[in-house]
C-alpha cells in the first residue's frame, strides 16, 4: 500500500459525459501526479500540481482539468467523453519538488462505451 | 525532449537471472527510475540511480551509466511473481514529471 488513495476503482460511463476522479496523496506529500495509460501506449503524464498550484502540463486535452484543493486532495475532471479516453489513470505524489520518488495510487479504470 | 528505449518483451525462466536494458536520452539529467507494474496494478518503485554504478536491493540491482545514456535493471533467483512489466523513467523538466518508457513485459517461466 503505497498510502495514496484514489476513487472510485472503476467508471463506466457513455460517450459525451462527464465524470471526475478523486486523488488523496500520502500524508505530507504536496506534488500530485495525473497519468493516463492506454492499452497501446505507456503511462503519459497529464498534469502536476504543488500544494495547491499548477505546476506542469504534459499532454491534457482541453477536455480534461485538474485541480488541488487546500487539504491536498486532487481531482481530475475528464468531459466530453470519447472511446479513446478509455484508459487506466493514475494518481502519483511526492514529497515536494526536489524529491523525486513518487508513490502511485491504485488507479481507476474508466471504460468509455 | 526526453526519450528511452527498452525492450518490449523478455522471457526468463524460474531462479535465473535477467537484465533489462534502458537507453535514454535527455536534456539534463536529475536520476533514472525503475518500476515494476504487474497487470493493471499501480506502479511500484524498485530503484533510483542518480550517480554511476551498481546499485543492489535484495534480489534487484540497478546500474547507471550516464556517460552512455544507460542503464539497466538485474533480477536474480527469479520467481514467478516477477512477472510484470518493468518501466524506465526520468525526470522530465525542472518539475519532476516522470517520462517512462513503453515498458518492458517480462515473462517468468517454470
Known amino acids: 500500500d503505497s498510502g495514496v488513495t484514489q476513487t472510485p476503482k472503476h467508471l463506466i460511463t457513455a460517450t459525451g459525459q462527464r465524470v471526475t476522479l478523486r486523488c488523496s496523496p500520502r500524508?505530507?506529500?504536496?506534488?500530485v501526479y495525473w497519468y493516463q495509460q492506454s492499452l497501446d501506449q505507456g503511462l503519459q503524464f497529464l498534469i502536476q500540481?504543488?500544494?495547491?498550484?499548477?505546476?506542469a502540463k504534459g499532454n491534457i486535452l482541453e477536455r480534461f482539468s485538474a485541480q488541488q484543493f487546500p487539504d491536498l486532495h486532487s481531482e481530475l475532471n475528464l468531459s466530453s467523453l470519447e472511446l479513446g479516453d478509455s484508459a487506466l489513470y493514475f494518481c502519483?505524489?511526492?514529497?515536494?519538488?526536489?524529491?523525486?520518488?513518487?508513490?502511485f495510487g491504485p488507479g481507476t479504470r474508466l471504460t468509455v462505451t | 525532449g526526453q526519450n528511452i528505449d527498452q525492450p518490449t518483451e523478455m522471457t526468463a525462466t524460474e531462479g535465473a537471472i535477467v537484465q533489462i536494458n534502458c537507453t535514454y536520452q535527455?536534456?539534463?539529467?536529475?536520476?533514472l527510475f525503475w518500476y515494476q507494474q504487474h497487470a493493471g496494478e499501480a506502479p511500484t518503485f524498485l530503484s533510483y540511480?542518480?550517480?554511476?554504478g551498481l546499485e543492489e536491493k535484495g534480489r534487484f540491482s540497478s546500474f547507471l551509466s550516464r556517460s552512455k545514456g544507460y542503464s539497466y535493471l538485474l533480477l536474480k533467483e527469479l520467481q514467478m511473481k516477477d512477472s510484470a512489466s518493468y518501466l524506465c523513467?526520468?525526470?522530465?523538466?525542472?518539475?519532476?514529471?516522470?517520462?517512462f518508457g513503453t515498458g518492458t513485459l517480462l515473462a517468468v517461466q517454470p
Open positions: 535527455t536534456s539534463g539529467f536529475n536520476g
Open positions: 500524508s505530507g506529500d504536496l506534488s
Open positions: 540511480n542518480v550517480l554511476d
Open positions: 502519483a505524489s511526492s514529497a515536494g519538488q526536489g524529491t523525486y520518488e513518487q508513490y
Open positions: 500540481y504543488y500544494n495547491g498550484e499548477e505546476r
Open positions: 523513467a526520468v525526470p522530465g523538466g525542472a518539475t519532476n514529471k516522470l517520462i
